[in-house]
């Protein structure tokens, strides 16, 4: 079992960055795959990046290549998601989710665990 705790949104204007972190706690978290989602108002939960448990594949969304880089502290038991080049269409609720599996999923569908959500607004 994995618990996931988001910490890090907040309002920012448009070319700014945010560091979201995900403390997640459970006895398999260093061989599970990690993802970041959003939500913004209106719109489906869409997956934005992921990461292997095992090795470094990584994916991300057309939207979000080259600005977020997802990460992740074992020691700390924590995932990162770092966002630069922030522009209004990146305003959503961010959520931390975990597999039971070290693959990762590029949909909703196969995520076991997720955490509370964090705002990120990004003005104009």
């Known amino acids: 079992q994995v618990q996931l705790v988001e910490s890090g949104g907040g309002l920012v204007q448009t070319g700014g960055s945010l560091r979201l972190s995900c403390a997640a706690s459970?006895?398999?978290?260093?061989?599970?795959?990690m993802g970041w989602f959003r939500q913004a108002p209106g719109k489906e939960r869409e997956l934005v990046a992921a990461?292997?448990?095992?090795?470094?594949?990584?994916y991300y969304s057309d939207s979000v290549k080259g600005r977020f880089t997802i990460s992740r502290d074992n020691a700390k038991n924590t995932l990162y998601l770092q966002m630069n080049s922030l522009n209004p269409e990146d305003t959503a609720v961010y959520y931390c989710?975990?597999?039971?599996?070290?693959?990762?999923?590029?949909?909703?569908?196969?995520?076991?665990?997720w955490g509370q959500g964090t705002q990120v607004t990004v003005s104009s």
């Open positions: 990461l292997s448990g095992v090795g470094s594949m990584t």
């Open positions: 459970g006895r398999t978290f260093s061989r599970s795959a």
């Open positions: 989710a975990a597999r039971n599996n070290p693959i990762y999923s590029t949909t909703y569908y196969g995520w076991n665990y």
